[in-house]
């Protein structure tokens, strides 16, 4: 059996099972009668309408929904269910495009930046050592004396153990479910280190700004990850 979710114009649709399971989720997450009214809609009817959401909540249940999609995504309960897979990741998608307003987009060196700015230091490190679990990320706050790491096998995992942990820490956070526009490309970028059996960590401070650290190539002091990782390629190439 099919359900869907359904706009002003166009809909998607999702295997019933699974569209109850994210609308469970999506309501455990709020509180407010006008959610929970929403989620109920959406389980009687089999479809929720998107575009009918109350103009003062669409913006947080539309959120919401992303935050779902992506926590079924990286869940063990439908890690071997190619089916949910796609009708999941093909909902992210779908929501990115349509909603990039209510969604809000940013790239990953913007992120990092942004969670220093809030008193959280975010590194990343690619490990092409191991053969497993290559991804490192540790997000430390030195006046808090607090610091987590996690070792992962993806960007993706990497990105939500980051989200996660930050949203712990106090400060406002609204911004951290932004969509992360250049995320698949930077993944690549760094993996292509790792897959040369490359270590690389790399980090940014507020004073010392982006810093690229491996055996090979090493760059401080640099004002955009952008910047970084060109120079760091140029480098490469150099010592090629």
């Known amino acids: 059996m099919s359900a869907m979710f359904a706009f002003e114009v166009g809909e998607i649709s999702m295997r019933s099972v ?11 997450r709020s509180s407010d009668p006008a959610d929970i009214e ?8 089999n479809c929720l309408w998107v575009d009918q959401i109350p103009a003062a909540r669409k913006r947080e249940v539309v959120r919401g929904l992303r935050k779902v999609f992506r926590e079924c995504l990286n869940s063990p309960d439908f890690a ?12 992210v998608d779908e929501f990115v ?14 992120f990092v930046e942004r969670a220093a700015a809030a008193g959280a230091a975010v590194m990343l490190k690619i490990d092409g050592e191991r053969a497993a679990k290559q991804w490192t990320a540790v997000v430390s706050s030195s006046h808090l004396e607090f610091a987590r790491r996690t070792d992962v096998d993806s960007s993706d995992l ?25 995320l698949d490309q930077f993944a690549e970028d760094f993996e292509e280190f790792g897959r040369r059996g490359e270590v690389v960590v790399v980090s940014y401070d ?5 810093r690229w650290i491996a055996a090979r190539t090493a760059v401080e002091g640099v004002d955009s990850l952008d910047e970084c990782l ?11």
């Open 38 to 45: 929403v989620c109920a809609d959406a389980l009687a009817l």
């Open 97 to 110: 495009a349509r909603y990039p307003t209510l969604l809000g987009s940013t790239r990953v060196g913007e």
């Open 158 to 182: 990497a990105l939500e153990f980051v989200r996660e942990t930050l949203a712990e820490l106090p400060g406002d956070w609204e911004w951290l479910d932004d969509e992360i526009e250049d």
């Open 80 to 91: 071997d269910n190619e089916v949910a897979q796609l009708e999941l990741s093909r909902a």
């Open 206 to 210: 507020v004073e010392r700004r982006w």
């Open 18 to 28: 699974t569209f109850g399971i994210v609308i469970g989720k999506l309501r455990e």
């Open 230 to 240: 060109l120079q760091v390629i140029d480098r490469s190439e150099l010592l090629r």
